[in-house]
């Protein structure tokens, strides 16, 4: 007969031997380092979900894969969701338990730099100038990162904001794809005709794309939100005739009158209720409409303004160092390794923006992409960011435009067509000063 | 008893002593607390002192927030009141201000109508009743995240089904949410949809304890419906009806989720109330000095509104 466990049965040499066990266990973790065989403090990686749940999964395996040199720390591996990440890393930065290295919001690295949490890239761009990294970036993007006591971060994915049409569509109308302005007003005209929107935007709830076009309209005219000096300077010649030029399609009846509460997905069912035949979006429209309309959308080429520029908005999400690091040099060896592994996050479809290394956009992967590839031959090289006039790179103050109640009620009141530029263009100018007045 | 012995016996009865002891009568050494007392105190004291930080610090640190200019990293410099100030002399602020009063209003007086009737509509005996009373409880049950999905596909673009039947019925291009008045009725109706089954619930329960005698009385006492309604149902009910009223306008004011996840507070901030305001300030603006004065601004303004409608309840009881 076989005996069976009870309180009875656990006895005092029982505990005591359970105890020592679990002291044992507890000892031996604590001098164990984390997984690393090479003796240093584990840096700590935090990375957000960028894409689909095989992103994440992808990533921790290209993470945990690390293998340090003699010395220093292995990688952990944390995903961080959008939910409150902001206040998930203040806090976690203010008490010192925060990353070593981590991807985040597209200005995080800036508001970081401002309170002196961020360790400068600088070093380790100078390293990758002699192993080939250094010149695989895509053109202009590490100046993006420049600020004035040095690089604030390293460029990691891109969102790009390009123009899409309906092939069909345009087809039915009998629009010629637009190459500058007046040809977009035809080309949007033509679709009217056929009750179909030739500027499809989003500007509703948690929808800030319906912003970042009206910035990109601007940045095509050689306009902008910022001058040199990082200053708020909206009311300009280039920005007024941009603003007056999206007022126009309103009044026209271009723009869908509905969509300045549109949500992200409001403006993809307009799509695939072919309602919207040109417009503007994030370099995954096609794949997010999907179905028979997702392979019908085409990425356009980017406008000539009225000035004879080009220029669009783009978002150069980036991976920055912080000071509170177990090992600078970890740190920086880690992101070595990191960058040059990380391929399979874009070739595996996971989900991700575009890639900032042009080894990346060679691979035949991306390149079975016809729309991946306009976005990066031909809309990266003439993006800006919001830093745009006065300059490329970005600095704490755009933190007052991007996603804000002062762009979202500017973008609202265009889109809505009852106001006129020039004062819209004002008080947009007057609220970011009061946002960047504390 | 002469009056000596009952002198004595006062005396004795104030020191603590039976009036019929034999105890001397002087000063009486009173404990303050027992050992007992002090005992169970101390097993209080743990719970006491988590309650206390629980409740107590975030408001506390609220309220030194509220009077920094910091951000979510830095805490800032003390500023004083300067945040308060500057909040009451924003015209955004005062715009909210308006819409949440509108959303609030609404919000408690629309849905307790509703539930009212259909509380009374319960309580007399119509078949599946009970059916009924599920399926009436479901905008209340059913997560807002859900609700605000099936209101967004049912009013956000031409193609949804309210502005086709619009259209069908003459009306136009009908812009729910693109409109700003429209905004603003389409989120308190949403609000009054999501509510009702709250104060039918509470109007259910208040009418269950009026005693159904009484419309007898009232009945043979030659009273229609509408006068034992007014003169019957309404008093008997009112100390449920003002808790509900406190209730639900304590839900409207610090409502975020209903108006965020429909509208986004647009367009052109026509529907953002005083707590999207607060959230938006924070968290997109990275000011939380002035958010959480908003937010305290509003805490004061929902205190001296629970307190008038509790002097009501206090007055009901007493009457």
């Given at each position: 007969m076989t005996s069976q466990s009870n309180?009875?049965?656990?006895?005092r040499r029982g505990f005591i031997g359970l105890a020592g066990g679990a002291a044992a266990t507890t000892i031996l973790a604590a001098c164990s380092?984390?997984?690393?065989?090479?003796?240093g403090k584990p840096i700590k990686f935090w990375n957000m979900p960028?894409?689909?749940t095989a992103f994440n999964a992808e990533d921790k395996k290209i993470t945990l894969a690390y293998k340090p040199a003699a010395g220093l720390g292995a990688a952990t591996y944390q995903v961080i969701q959008w939910a409150n990440f902001t206040q998930t890393f203040s806090s976690a930065v203010a008490s010192n338990t925060g990353p070593a290295v981590s991807s985040g919001g597209g200005t995080q690295a800036f508001q970081f730099e401002a309170q002196n949490k961020i360790a400068y890239a600088d070093n380790l761009l100078d390293s990758w100038k002699s192993n080939g990294l250094y010149d695989d970036f895509l053109p202009g993007l590490i100046d993006t990162m420049k600020v004035d006591k040095g690089y604030a971060a390293v460029p990691y994915n891109l969102d790009m904001r390009v123009m899409w049409y309906s092939k069909s569509l345009m087809d039915k109308a009998g629009a010629t794809v637009p190459t500058d302005w007046q040809t977009y007003l035809d080309a949007a005209a033509a679709l009217k005709k056929i009750g179909v929107y030739g500027y499809g935007t989003a500007a509703g709830a948690g929808a800030f794309t319906g912003g970042h076009i009206l910035v990109s309209w601007m940045i095509n005219n050689g306009g902008g939100l910022f001058d040199e000096n990082h200053?708020?300077?909206?009311?300009t010649s280039a920005n007024i005739e941009a603003m007056q030029f999206v007022l126009e399609m309103v009044n026209k009846g271009?723009?869908?009158?509905?969509s300045s509460t549109y949500t992200s997905d409001n403006a993809q069912s307009q799509w695939k209720a072919q309602k919207f035949g040109l417009g503007w979006d994030t370099a995954g429209l096609a794949q997010n409409v999907g179905g028979t309309v997702g392979p019908d959308l085409v990425v356009g080429s980017p406008l000539t303004g009225p000035s004879g520029k080009k220029g669009a908005l783009y978002f150069p999400n980036n991976i920055m160092m912080y000071?509170?690091?177990?090992?600078q040099k970890g740190s920086e060896a880690f992101l070595t390794y990191y960058f040059q592994n990380m391929k399979p996050l874009w070739t595996k479809g996971?989900?991700?923006?575009?890639?900032?290394l042009k080894s990346i956009t060679q691979t035949t992967e991306f390149q079975a992409s016809a729309n991946n590839v306009k976005v990066i031959e031909e809309w990266q090289p003439i993006a800006r960011t919001w830093a745009a006039p006065g300059g490329n790179a970005l600095f704490l103050g755009v933190t007052a435009v991007d996603g804000t109640p002062a762009m979202d009620t500017f973008t609202q009141g265009i889109l809505g067509g009852k106001v006129d530029a020039k004062s819209a263009l004002t008080t947009l100018e007057n609220s970011i000063k009061d946002t960047l007045k504390k | 008893m002469s009056t000596n012995s009952v002198a004595s016996g006062l005396q004795r009865a104030r020191s603590?002593?039976?009036?019929?002891?034999?105890?001397?009568?002087g000063p009486h050494k009173r404990k303050l607390l027992s050992a007992r007392a002090w005992t169970l105190i101390l097993f209080a004291v743990p719970s006491l002192v988590l309650l206390l930080l629980i409740n107590l610090y975030p408001v506390v640190y609220a309220a030194i927030q509220s009077v920094r200019n910091g951000d979510l990293i830095d805490p800032g410099n003390f500023v004083g009141f300067a945040n308060y100030a500057n909040i009451l002399s924003q015209p955004s602020f005062w715009k909210a201000a308006l819409f949440t009063l509108i959303f609030t209003v609404t919000g408690v007086f629309g849905s307790w109508l509703i539930g009212l009737a259909l509380a009374l509509l319960l309580r007399t005996?119509?078949?599946?009743g009970g059916v009924f009373k599920v399926l009436l409880l479901l905008p209340w049950v059913v997560p807002v995240v859900v609700s605000a999905t099936s209101w967004n596909w049912l009013v956000?673009?031409?193609?949804?089904p309210l502005p086709i039947l619009a259209q069908s019925l003459g009306?136009?291009?009908?812009?729910f949410l693109a409109d700003p008045v429209l905004a603003q009725v389409t989120v308190c109706v949403f609000k009054v949809w999501i509510s009702f089954p709250f104060m039918m619930m509470m109007m259910s329960s208040a009418l269950a304890s009026v005693d159904l005698n009484l419309y007898e009385a009232a009945k043979v006492d030659g009273a229609g419906s509408w006068q034992a309604f007014t003169h019957i149902t309404m008093p008997l009910i009112s100390r449920s009806t003002y808790i509900s009223w406190i209730l639900m306008t304590i839900f409207c004011v610090n409502d975020f989720p209903t108006i965020f996840l429909l509208t986004?507070?647009?367009?052109?901030?026509?529907?953002?109330s005083l707590v999207v305001l607060a959230y938006r300030t924070v968290f997109?603006?990275?000011?939380t000095g002035p958010g959480v004065a908003i937010a305290f601004v509003m805490t004061l303004v929902l205190v001296v509104i629970s307190v008038v409608l509790y002097r009501q309840i206090r007055k009901v009881n007493i009457e």
């Open positions: 309180g009875a049965a656990f006895t380092t984390g997984g690393s065989s090479s003796g960028w894409g689909s200053a708020p300077n909206c009311v271009y723009v869908d009158p509905a000071k509170n690091t177990p090992s996971t989900g991700i923006g575009l890639p900032p | 603590g002593v039976g009036a019929g002891g034999s105890g001397p009568i005996r119509i078949p599946a956000a673009t031409p193609q949804s009306l136009g291009n009908v812009l986004g507070g647009g367009p052109v901030n026509s529907t953002t997109q603006n990275f000011q």
